[in-house]
């Protein structure tokens, strides 16, 4: 079956602009999480949605935001982008499942965002 | 503030040797971890997990060992083969379910011939 689809996979954008970021889930899946990877800080958890509501948040500013849709797939975006957004952007799928039942959340490629 | 810390951000290993890659963690919260391997351009795949109220894992090559106490896991791949040559990211969560992990920051691993 068809993996976790991100678009688009590269883009550039300048400071202040917005972007928006697409995660088409496996089918079947209904969660879909957001991570941000920088050299620095590793994979850092954006938010997690289930069934269009946002279930979890990190740590990140009001100019993050996302959504689900009801075929489950979702779009994270960045307003404001600041130089410091420049980062991979992955989202992840996974089943929904009991405690300690799964591990597996499984990965986009990713969308690379650069702000110049 | 690193809840999770993968201190060797790189590890050479000899094709047929064991690769050990240790991780610790600060918040006693955490109640299930986990282990993915990426390849470059490529999205992080699932290894293997391990639970609070265990203390051991395997799966095929790959163990993972959780010292609660110390707040330390490791993860040990025999034998090591070069295929494994990639970067592996320690994950935890709160909950036992992999939702909102916080990841380490990875650790790159190098099999030689």
């Known amino acids: 079956k068809a993996g976790v689809t991100q678009t688009p996979r590269y883009l550039i954008k300048t400071r202040g602009q917005q972007v928006t970021l697409s995660c088409s889930p496996i089918?079947?899946?209904?969660?879909v999480s957001w991570y941000q990877q920088t050299p620095g800080q590793g994979l850092q958890f954006l938010f997690e949605?289930?069934?269009?509501?946002?279930?979890n948040k990190g740590n990140f500013p009001g100019r993050f935001s996302g959504r689900q849709f009801s075929n489950s797939r979702s779009e994270m975006n960045v307003s404001t982008l600041e130089l410091g957004d420049s980062a991979l952007y992955l989202c992840a799928s996974s089943l929904e499942a009991g405690r300690f039942t799964t591990g597996e959340l499984f990965f986009g490629e990713g969308s690379r965002l650069t702000v110049l | 503030d690193q809840q999770v810390k993968q201190n060797s951000p790189s590890l050479s290993v000899q094709e047929g040797r064991i690769s050990i890659l240790n991780c610790d963690y600060t918040?006693?919260?955490?109640?299930?971890f986990l282990w993915y391997k990426k390849y470059p351009a490529e999205g992080p795949t699932f290894l293997i997990s391990i639970s609070s109220i265990k203390d051991k894992n395997e799966d095929g090559r790959f163990t993972v060992f959780l010292n609660k106490s110390a707040k330390h896991l490791s993860l040990h791949i025999v034998p090591s083969q070069p295929g494994d040559s990639a970067v592996y990211f320690c994950?935890?969560?709160?909950?036992?379910?992999?939702?909102?992990?916080?990841f380490g920051t990875g650790t790159r691993l190098q099999v030689t011939l």
């Open positions: 949605y289930f069934s269009e509501t946002q279930r």
């Open positions: 918040n006693s919260m955490f109640d299930y």
């Open positions: 994950a935890a969560s709160v909950g036992g379910t992999a939702s909102k992990l916080t």
């Open positions: 089918s079947g899946h209904r969660s």
